[in-house]
């Protein structure tokens, strides 16, 4: 039964990979200017706002909607590009416009409390009750591992950013910080 959790951990992993990536990498290097560290904690608590909202509103909506598998796998796909595109703020500076960025934060909110309602609800749709306790708490390790994952690519990817803007205070070196 366990391996046939696969397409629902999937999804479950990836987008709590991708958006505590976002969370303890990416957004802790933004701030406008970038080198004020007041301006980086505000940045950074203005987007855990607006990412909650969006994960409020999504998670919400469960009794509305439900996605089907497919749209199930393309949220975390969309979330990982989330990624890639604060990281590129966040490196490059490019669309720095607070307001922009946090809508952008209210997005991936969306997304992640989406993949998580839908995640679920399409387990206790799909699976014989007599499997749904098991499924649920199976998958819900999938999401645990996520997060650890996720807090620890953070970790890096947050001091090749401070690296990159000669920032101090990142907890680990940048493994490529030749390459900056």
């Known amino acids: 039964l366990l391996i046939s959790l696969w397409p629902y ?21 933004i701030g406008f200017p970038v080198q004020d560290k007041q301006a980086r904690n505000r940045f950074y608590e203005y987007s855990n706002w607006m990412y909650q909202i969006g994960v409020f509103f999504s998670r919400s909506s469960g009794t509305i909607y439900t996605a089907n598998m497919f749209v199930l796998w393309l949220m975390p796909i969309l979330q990982c590009l989330n990624v890639l595109f604060f990281w590129w703020v966040a490196k490059d500076q490019i669309l720095y ?84």
């Open 97 to 180: 416009n607070n307001s922009l960025l946090l809508i952008v934060c209210f997005y991936v909110g969306l997304l992640g409390g989406a993949v998580y309602i839908n995640g679920y609800t399409r387990i206790c749709r799909d699976l014989p009750p007599e499997h749904r306790e098991f499924a649920l708490s199976s998958t819900s390790v999938a999401e645990s591992v996520g997060i650890v994952v996720a807090d620890i690519s953070g970790l890096f990817l947050q001091a090749c950013l401070y690296t990159i803007h000669n920032i101090p205070g990142a907890v680990v070196p940048c493994p490529t910080r030749n390459m900056w």
């Open 9 to 29: 951990m999937i999804p479950l992993f990836l987008v709590y990979v991708a958006e505590y990536t976002l969370q303890a990498g990416t957004w802790t290097a």
